[in-house]
């Protein structure tokens, strides 16, 4: 038999996190499947032949987007040469909406199946995209039920895998190790800050996040501050900033999110993953983002769901606060985290909501379950 070979595109971390596990899964079913495609550090760990590394490409905003329009368009060249010159069995993409779409078009028009693994989330915003997105893909694996009947009622093949989450979210260590391991003090409450793992979204939270973080030590001093940042994130260029609070107890440490979130009483984050990974700590939170005016301008008109929180779309409603661009003020930040500190019944009432948030992301084995679909996929005879 033939010696199968993927092509996976992943456009940034979350996204080479996914990538990694499902390859991971992928070779315990059949270790002969080679694969390459776009992607970072994760998939590069797991086997995956890198032919571009994702790190330059991970933006959001409509602004930020075009800003690095000419490198994106590189690194879909690049992805579309290689099917070209070598086609794959089966292209998986990954997230990253818009660039993967345009990789699906190229794939379909050379007869290559296409599955969408963490699709486009056109339920939030254009949703009469649905049906050409059904045109370009052979099959949408899907994070969320909600999103299996909304692909479903549009004819669009699908099938709900699970949350990758519900695996990849655990602390690898006690609450007690952690907070030794971190240098924290036991006798006070940490305040987790999670400003994302793009440069352009540190470069625009961090600092209001700091800020807060400066107003809630001056009204609680029994109170400390933890940043875990990534380990591509160069220290000096956050350095001078972090210069400017030296009252702060502020505590630095690479990687270890999750725990991170598990010793933290309350975080304040970046939307995005980082808000579902908290989520599933059942840490509260208050999520917060700020994009270019302009891209915010041209989003708000197209999103048209009430919550743009992955824990409030979740649940169907406002589990924990969202603060938006000009709402995303360092005092709005601190009233809120102050409010968890001061009324423990507020607390352990968004600690109890996350819980059923938790509850219904499914069980363990997403990326058992996407591995066995691409597995699937890769027979002569697979039907949708």
Known sequence: MPVKNIM???????????????????HKIDCTIKVNGMGSDKMREAGVELLYDCRDIAVMGIVEVLAKWGTIMGALNILKESLAKNPPDLLILVDYQEFNMKLAKAAKKRGIKVMFYIGPQVWAWRSHRVKKIGEKIDMMAVLFPFEEDFYKKAGVPVRFVGNPLVDEVKASMTVDAATEMFGLDASVKTIGLLPGSRRSEICRLLPIQLAAARLIYQRQPQTQFI?????????????????????????????????????????????????????????????????????????????????????????????????LQENASAENIADEILQMLTDSDYHQQISAQLQQIRNRLGTSGGSERVARLAFDMLQPDFKA
């Not at 400017?244 to 999750?258: A, C, K, R």
């Not at 010793?263 to 270019?292: F, N, R």
């Open 8 to 26: 996976i595109s992943a456009g940034e971390a979350s996204g080479d996190l996914h990538a990694a596990n499902l390859v991971k899964a992928l």
């Open 227 to 323: 940043v875990p940042l990534a380990k591509s994130v160069d220290m000096q260029n956050i350095q001078p900033l972090l210069d400017e609070y030296p009252e702060l107890p502020l505590h630095i440490v690479h990687s270890h999110i999750h725990d991170v979130m598990n010793c933290s009483y309350a975080v304040i984050t970046a939307s995005g993953t980082a808000s579902l990974e908290t989520a599933l700590m059942t840490t509260p939170m208050v999520i917060i983002y700020k994009m270019s005016p302009l891209s915010y301008k041209i989003m708000k008109r197209m999103i048209t769901i009430d919550h743009i929180g992955l824990p409030n779309i979740v649940a169907g409603k406002q589990v924990v606060k969202e603060l």
